[in-house]
Each structure stands twice: as structure tokens, then as C-alpha cells.
């Protein structure tokens, strides 16, 4: 539990921060000395677990998870007098009621819960721990670092076997099963890319070779039976020279119920296999025959860990060769084992002290005979992470398997759940950047794709490390509210997607009905969700709920969207029902006072969906895209505070027909990226205040896109990409 510890106190302190922020805004009365003295106790708590969270004892788990409780219930208890404030529209209202109630006393009990957690955490340190205490890793350590590419160590032979029975002069449909133990077949991503390379130059026939992805797009294929799915595959590779790829078959019945949907076009079609179990792989095969994928060897393992630890085929510490060797045999020639703890081995330092202890280890975990010793390495190498990368790396187990990932919007989904820590002079894009880089480099998430600049644009986790994130996670009992919500109103979707985290879902449901709070009726009461959401928040606690989305046309009224008041990220998507729907945001949106992304994916009309000015004061929000929406002005007599600058976390900023006022830019004075539209809509008004844009001296990315001349306009001199759509801009300016 010392890992849901950590991440609760890290929420508590975002939403300390929150407080304070707001405070000194004006936008909140509470007890000043009361909450930096909370603070301060929970940043002690922080240092304390980031110092001894290696200290594995019973006593420990069980004040970690008084831990859990005790901030449970100091967020939920802020969350309450904080939303009752912000329901009162007035200052004076907001001072009476502060006055009035009970949040300083509330306050004080949370503090007296914290002063006797950190008591217990006193004595729990001064006694001694029974299990041995593992070397510390440091975080900053100096290492050479890892390979940053697939190395492909040991399967060469059987790659060029598999690759020659692909290319073979046999015109009838082929398949070919790879056999071989998890992390072995599907670890290596290079074997795919190796294999289609040799057939897409194999000169015999490259124009009859089919890579056609488009056919079909945009039918909704949810919709369709196996019936129907399998004559649409048929057609779609009748008469053409094709390579199917399946990974990870786990029995015969899956095949058999394919197989007939693959025509023999007697033109040299091939079809790939892999699996982890001979007894699938035995009776597939054409002429019984299969590939096995044997596990390396000594040597082999040895080169394969050097490379992932010095980036060289050789240990250049002599010292360390005998250890090195040993650990590499104790990883029983298993490529995915030998490269996590390479990445492990590549973060630390490199002491002999160290390498003996991952030695002793690594030969005691791998002595079963079924998969299981395969999480106990990976085990190793989670244990042995900073606590801060901890959470982050948990939390991949919300991701569907073999999903790729955007890194933009994964650091926005661990900065919605408070698992990033601040450091001075960054942004928390940046920190998670920096985790997500640091958990690459020790080999736990994989790089998909890069960005032209070498930036990491979408990465993955493996499926058996995402086991193991959905183990620990569930132990751990880490997300007990989900702070990421997915809306849509879409009726082919309505049924088939996670309210959670928008991938589809099942057939299960979560009965919001135990954890609503002062709500009478839910049009959400029992929502799908996903197998992963449903095991992720099982713990779910108590919440309230706000409506914040209200449709109206003339077909129909009151329908609502709820979200609760502890939301961090918000997704709402709507189909298109025509030039009468009106959408009206209610004030009730600023009650979600912890929202910091804001997604509105709305069909676009000739009069664009107003969004309500409460939208300045919510002061948490980073990243707003709502490209059908125009962000009213905002309103100068709302802001009494000295300091009116309010969405300074503003990083994202997408809408239509942004108007860059003075007011609107000197409230977002770290915006990075701006992105509008502007057309005849407002054709009236004649300034947008273009102009302004030089004074966002932060900001890196601008598209806009103009139906007119585009005369009166100015940028800043922060800016590294623009893209520019109808503006009629003249080429000599």
C-alpha cells in the first residue's frame, strides 16, 4: 500500500495547492494557517515515503494504508466545503457561509489523523525491519546509456528458416506457426518489421502484394455479425497475394473458426502463427510443420545483456563480468527477462554490491517451471523503481492490450490523477515527459513511433508487464475515484463504450448508485465499462455529482450529462442532429474546480456553441480543445482580486473564433499552443486583436485558419511551428 499512499498524498497536495490558489483569488475563504500546516505535514509525509519506501514490513503496509484512508477523507471533506462555497455566486455570500461552517474544525481533524500517522511512521522506523533492505537505486545515478534499438539476439537462424519458408516457391496457402514462451515471440516488435521487409523486396512478386487498409472505412463494423465480418475478409482478399500476421493464439477453436475466411489463391499467400503453446502450434502448421523459438543461450544471453546495459556486445568492467554472467543465466535464456533487467541494471549503479544482489535474486525467482517467474523478474525491476515513477508505470494497466498510446495525452492522464510531483522551473508536461523517458529507458514502456524532431509521439507497454501492472495495481488498491470521464452521445455508442477511459466495453456495468451524493436522479446510473475500469475501480468511494451538459432540441429535452466534482479530464463527443440543436453549458460546469482538460468534440454549425465565461475562473484547466466552440470574452467585473491573471496553467488552447483581447491574453500568459478558426460567423466584428498574439511569449505552436485577408496580425518570437489555412497573406510579408 506504500505505493497508494504516495499517490494519495500527492493528490491531497495538488488539491492543497488548488485551495490556496483560489484563496488568494478571492475565489475561496478558509482557514489560511490551518491549510499551510496541512501542507506542510503532507509534504513530510511525501520526503518521508520517497526516503524509506524500500522498507517492506507489515507494520508498514498497514500505516500506508491508514495513509489511504485518512487523505480519502481529507479530499472528500475539502471537495465538500469547497463546492458549497463555489455554489454561492457573491464574495459576501461566500465569506458569510466560510464563516458559518465547519471547515476549520474539519480541517483540524484531518491534521490531528496526519499527526498520528506520522507518530506510528516514527516508531515503525525505529524498529528493525526483518526482510533484507534492497540497495537503493538512485534516480540520478550515472550510467552509460541503453541501446535505443531492438536488439535481435539468438533468433536469427530461426528467423532466416521462417523467412525462407515464407519466400518459397509454393503457391498454395501456407501457415506458419512460431512457437515460444512469452517475450520471446511477440517481445521483439523488430521480427514483424524483419519479415515484411524480406517479403516486400522479394522480387518475384511485389505489385500482387496486398496492403490495402482503406477498404471498408467508415462502415461501422460493431454492427456486423461473424458472418458477415468473415465474407467481408474473404472478398476483401480474394484474388490478392497477402501476408496475415496472428499473434498470440491461444487455442485451436480460434483458428478453426478463421480459417475458412482465408481463400487459397494459389498465388503464395502466407499465414503467420505465433503462440505460446506447442499444442496449438503442432496441428496448424502446413505438413505438420512448425517453428519453435528456442530460449539463448549462455553466450547469447550474456551479449544480449550487455547490449541493454553498456550498449556493447562486451562488459568493459571486468569485475562485473563473473556477476553479469551469472545474472544472465539466471534469466534462462528469456529475451524479455534479460532485457527489463538490463534496463534495471542500466539505471544503477554499477557496483558489485548491487549486481550480487540482483544475482541472488534473479536465480531464486526464475526456479519455477510455469510463466509465473516471469512477473517475479518483472517484479524485480518494479520493486526496484523510484516510488514517484511508481504510479505512473501502474497506471498502464487502464490501457486496452497492444494499445498505442499518445505520450501528450498519457502525461495528461497522470498529471489528472496528481502522480506527478513539481519541480521548480518545469511544467508538469514536461516532468511527465521526463517520467515517461526514464520508464523507457529501464525497458517497462516500449517507443511506438517518434515525432520529426525525435520526440516520443506514441508508445505501449507489453502484455505481460501490463499484467503485472494490473497485479500490483489491484493489490495496491492505487485509483479509488476515477478522475477521467468519457461522454458521448452517440447513439451507435451509447452501449458499447467505457464512460471511464472511452475504449470500448463489454457487457459490464458500474452501479454508480452506492457512491452518488446528494443526487436524486442519474440518467448514468449504470454506465458500461470496460473489463479494466471495473477491476481498476472496484474501490470506488463515495462521490458527487453535478450536471454539467444539458441538450435541447425540439425533439427533446432534459437530457443530462453528469460528472462528478472531483473530475481532472473530460471527454464529450456528440453526433450530429441537425442546425436546431442548441447545447447550453450551466453554470454548474465551474463546480468542477479540479478539471484540467476539456475535450468537446461537437458537430460545427454556422453559429458556433457559446462556452460559458465561468470557463476564466476555473483556475486548474490546462489543456481546453473545443475546435465547434467560441470561448466568450471574459468579464472584466468578475475578477476583484488584485491579480486578475487566472488560466496561467492554460498549456492548450483550441476554439473557434478566439478573440485575442487584451483581457483574454493576459490571462493566459503560458499558453504553448493556440489553435482557431475564424469566419464569416462574426463577420460583424472586424478585430480579433490579432495583433496581441506577440505578446504570448510562450507560446510554440499557432494554427489559424481565416476566410478573408488577413492583414492586421503579429507573432512572438517563442514560435516554432505555424500553419496558416486561407489567410491570403501576401508572400512579401
Known amino acids: ?40 505535514k503532507v509534504n513530510f509525509l511525501l520526503g518521508y515515503l520517497e526516503l524509506h519506501s524500500e522498507r517492506i514490513s507489515q507494520e508498514m503496509e498497514e500505516v500506508a494504508r491508514q495513509i489511504v484512508v485518512v487523505v480519502d477523507e481529507a479530499e472528500h471533506t475539502i471537495d465538500f466545503h469547497v463546492v458549497d462555497q463555489l455554489r454561492e455566486g457573491s464574495q459576501e455570500k461566500r465569506r458569510y457561509m466560510a464563516a458559518l461552517s465547519p471547515f476549520g474544525r474539519d480541517i483540524n481533524n484531518i491534521i490531528e489523523g496526519i499527526d498520528s500517522i506520522t507518530r506510528k511512521l516514527m516508531m515503525v522506523n525505529e524498529e528493525p525491519v526483518d526482510v533484507q533492505e534492497q540497495p537503493v537505486v538512485p534516480v540520478g545515478s550515472t550510467t552509460l546509456p541503453s541501446s535505443d534499438k531492438n536488439t535481435m539476439v539468438g533468433v536469427d537462424e530461426r528467423l532466416l528458416q521462417v523467412v525462407d519458408e515464407l519466400t518459397r516457391d509454393e503457391s ?20 514483424r518489421e524483419i519479415l515484411l521487409k524480406y517479403l516486400l523486396t522479394d522480387k518475384k512478386d511485389k505489385k500482387g502484394t496486398t496492403s490495402d487498409k482503406k477498404e471498408g472505412k467508415g462502415d461501422n463494423l460493431d454492427e456486423l455479425g461473424v458472418a458477415e465480418l468473415g465474407e467481408r475478409l474473404y472478398k476483401l482478399l480474394f484474388g490478392k497475394r497477402y501476408l496475415i500476421i496472428m499473434d498470440d493464439v491461444w487455442s485451436i477453436k480460434a483458428w478453426e473458426d478463421l480459417k475458412l475466411f482465408f481463400p487459397n489463391n494459389e498465388n503464395g499467400s502466407r499465414i503467420l502463427v505465433t503462440t505460446r503453446l506447442l499444442d496449438v502450434a503442432r496441428p496448424l502448421g502446413s505438413r505438420n510443420h512448425y517453428f519453435a523459438i528456442n530460449f539463448l543461450d549462455d553466450d547469447k544471453s550474456w551479449n544480449l545483456l550487455c547490449e541493454k546495459v553498456f550498449a556493447q556486445k562486451s562488459c568493459p568492467c571486468q569485475e562485473l563480468e563473473e556477476i553479469g554472467r551469472n545474472i544472465a543465466k539466471g534469466c534462462r535464456g528469456l529475451p524479455l527477462a534479460i532485457v527489463v533487467v538490463g534496463g534495471l541494471l542500466a539505471k544503477s549503479k554499477k557496483t558489485r554490491e548491487y549486481w550480487e544482489f540482483v544475482a541472488e535474486n534473479v536465480s531464486t525467482f526464475v526456479n519455477s517451471g510455469d510463466e509465473e517467474y516471469c512477473l517475479k523478474i518483472l517484479s ?85 508487464l501490463r499484467e503485472l501492472c494490473l497485479r500490483e495495481s489491484n493489490r495496491e488498491h492505487l485509483v479509488r475515484v476515477p478522475k477521467a470521464q468519457h461522454v458521448f452521445l452517440l447513439s451507435e455508442h451509447e452501449n458499447s463504450v467505457c464512460f471511464l477511459c472511452g475504449h470500448l466495453a463489454g457487457s459490464d456495468r458500474i452501479h454508480l448508485q452506492e457512491v452518488l451524493v446528494g443526487l436524486r436522479s442519474t440518467t448514468i446510473a449504470s454506465p458500461s465499462v470496460c473489463e479494466a475500469c471495473n477491476n481498476m475501480y472496484r474501490n470506488l468511494n463515495r462521490l458527487r455529482w453535478v450536471k454539467v451538459l444539458e441538450q ?31 447545447f447550453v453549458f450551466p453554470h454548474t460546469i465551474s463546480l468542477l474546480w479540479t478539471l484540467q482538460t476539456l475535450h468537446l468534440d461537437v458537430p460545427s454549425f454556422s453559429e458556433p456553441l457559446l462556452l460559458p465565461s465561468d470557463i476564466w475562473v476555473m483556475s486548474q484547466l490546462r489543456h481546453l480543445t473545443a475546435e465547434s466552440c467560441t470561448l466568450r470574452d471574459p468579464l472584466i467585473n468578475r475578477f476583484e482580486g488584485k491579480d486578475s491573471t487566472v488560466l496561467e496553467n492554460l498549456s492548450t488552447l483550441s476554439s473557434r473564433g478566439f478573440r485575442c483581447s487584451e483581457e483574454a491574453i493576459k490571462r493566459v500568459p503560458n499558453l504553448k499552443k493556440l489553435k482557431s478558426s475564424y469566419g464569416s460567423y462574426r463577420a460583424e466584428d472586424s478585430c480579433y486583436c490579432l495583433s496581441n498574439l506577440a505578446r504570448l511569449n510562450k507560446l510554440e505552436s499557432l494554427s489559424l485558419e481565416y476566410y478573408c485577408l488577413l492583414e492586421d496580425i503579429a507573432f512572438p518570437a517563442s514560435l516554432k511551428k505555424l500553419s496558416l489555412f486561407k489567410c491570403e497573406i501576401p508572400w512579401a510579408k
Open 380 to 464: 524485480l525491476s518494479y520493486n526496484s523503481l523510484p516510488i514517484h515513477l511508481k504510479p505512473c508505470f501502474l497506471y498502464m494497466g487502464v490501457f486496452p492490450e497492444d494499445h498505442e498510446i499518445k505520450a501528450s495525452e498519457l502525461a495528461k492522464l497522470w498529471i489528472s490523477e496528481g502522480f506527478l510531483k513539481p519541480v521548480g522551473g518545469k511544467s508538469l508536461e514536461e516532468v511527465g515527459e521526463e517520467y515517461l523517458k526514464d520508464l523507457i529507458d529501464r525497458n517497462l514502456i516500449l517507443i511506438r513511433k517518434r515525432t520529426r524532431s525525435g520526440k516520443i509521439k506514441t508508445c505501449s507497454v507489453h502484455d505481460i
Open 1 to 40: 500500500m506504500a505505493v497508494a499512499a504516495y499517490a494519495s498524498l500527492l493528490s491531497l497536495m495538488h488539491v492543497l495547492d488548488n485551495v490556496q490558489h483560489r484563496a488568494r483569488r478571492h475565489q475561496l475563504y478558509l482557514h489560511t494557517k490551518q491549510t499551510q500546516s496541512l501542507q506542510e
Open 172 to 191: 498454395n496457402l501456407q501457415i506458419l506457426p512460431i512457437v515460444g514462451m512469452g517475450g520471446i515471440v511477440s517481445q521483439q516488435y523488430s521480427v
Open 552 to 582: 435541447i432540441d425540439h425533439h427533446e429535452s432534459g437530457e443530462s450529462s453528469l460528472q462528478h466534482t472531483k473530475l481532472q479530464y473530460l471527454v464529450v463527443k456528440t453526433s450530429s442532429y441537425g442546425p436546431d440543436l442548441k
